[in-house]
């Protein structure tokens, strides 16, 4: 029952609240307004500050860059406005305003750097002024003010004596050095000359050409580059005895003796070219044949045209012509031993066994023969001096 009544009374309670709305008059309501915010005003005081603080640094700016110690040539070279100048010793000076540096003050006991610092036609601040003066300077290193003058009137002195000389010099020598010429542009041509040969030069490129070849194993082409040589010279010897020895080797030995015949045809008193001829005829087995090749008499005769036609003769018995081949031969050569035993088997085979005796005696004595024909030689002293007897 409690919880009823309780429930009945929270009724009637809210019945009479909402009576008593209805019945009181109708208020406006009270709304706080909405914060407005403050961060544009803020913003653009921030740039302005900052825009007046680049326009102030900017108007600060020194006009000049302080030059080195070293470089002072062109600032000692312009003319100085007469305007009041403060010298002072300092570490370190923030750059203001145009500064000249002047070569530095040699003391007994340390070194430091005077800077002139000189008014210039921009004002100023007071600030600037001020953050300078306010700046550590360094110790003064003469103590007097004479001692300044006296050393700076020395520096000036030493500076027009020295510096301005040399300089004065060196202008002076820049001006008298002319000037180089400038080098002519060369045109770049190219120029193309027929050079004509001589057939002697022709006939050595060809047998280059033949050189080349044979080292390439290539004896065909060998062969038509040396019929080309001969063709622009046909007097080479050397080369017509090639061009014969690649044709035997090839084993064509008509064309060999028919080179070698041209030859002949063309220089018959060539001794070479008999030489050459009657070998490959030896060698072809065709002894009478050689022989008549060497038989001709024309042209000189050398040691080796003798000898080989006095062995032939000898083995083909012609006894007259190996007589007088090794005649010839004991007077060209008359040490050779050799030359006396042919010339003793000719007096042997004509029936002159004195002559050959001695001829066989002095072969013996001069040597350069084998010791087969030594055994020979001795075997027909034996039988000419039992002959004799």
Request: a neutral charge; hydrophobic letters at 40%.
């Amino acid at each position: 029952m409690s919880e009823l009544n309780r429930r009945l009374n929270e009724l009637s309670q809210v019945k009479l609240a909402s009576a008593s709305q209805q019945g009181s008059p109708l208020r406006a309501a009270e709304i706080a307004p909405i914060p407005t915010s403050v961060w544009p005003k803020w913003v653009t005081v921030g740039c302005c500050i900052m825009a007046f603080v680049g326009m102030a640094w900017w108007f600060n700016q020194p006009d000049s860059v302080v030059t080195p110690a070293m470089a002072q040539t062109e600032i000692a070279a312009e003319p100085i406005v007469e305007q009041p100048e403060t010298t002072k010793e300092i570490a370190s000076v923030k750059p203001l305003s145009t500064i000249a540096v002047k070569a530095p003050v040699t003391s007994d006991e340390n070194k430091t750097a005077v800077v002139t610092e000189k008014s210039h036609s921009k004002s100023i601040d007071k600030s600037a002024i001020a953050e300078l003066a306010n700046m550590p300077v360094a110790q003064e290193s003469l103590e007097s003010e004479d001692e300044q003058k006296e050393l700076q009137s020395s520096y000036d002195q030493g500076y027009e004596s020295g510096y301005e000389k040399a300089l004065a010099a060196v202008e002076q020598e820049h001006k008298a050095q002319p000037k180089p010429p400038a080098p002519k542009p060369v045109k770049s041509e190219l120029s193309i000359q027929t050079v004509s040969l001589t057939p002697k030069e022709l006939a050595q490129v060809e047998y280059l050409n033949a050189e080349k070849a044979l080292e390439q194993q290539n004896s065909k082409q060998a062969v038509v580059n040396l019929e080309s040589a001969l063709n622009y010279r046909p007097d080479w010897i050397m080369v017509r005895q090639r061009l014969a020895a690649l044709y035997y080797g090839r084993g064509n030995v008509r064309e060999a003796i028919a080179t070698l015949e041209k030859g002949l045809a063309k220089q018959p008193n060539q001794p070479q070219l008999r030489l050459t001829l009657a070998k490959l005829l030896v060698n072809e087995n065709q002894n009478q044949a050689a022989l008549a090749v060497l038989n001709d008499k024309s042209g000189s005769m050398d040691s080796q045209y003798l000898a080989m036609r006095g062995a032939l003769a000898q083995r083909l018995n012609n006894n007259v012509v190996a007589l007088q081949s090794y005649q010839q031969l004991v007077r060209l050569a008359s040490f050779d031993g050799r030359w006396w035993m042919g010339l003793a088997i000719a007096q042997d085979r004509s029936g002159n066994a004195e002559k050959a005796r001695e001829s066989y005696q002095k072969a013996l004595q001069l040597g350069n023969i084998s010791a087969s024909s030594q055994q020979f030689i001795q075997q027909r002293l034996v039988a000419l001096k039992s002959h004799r007897s």
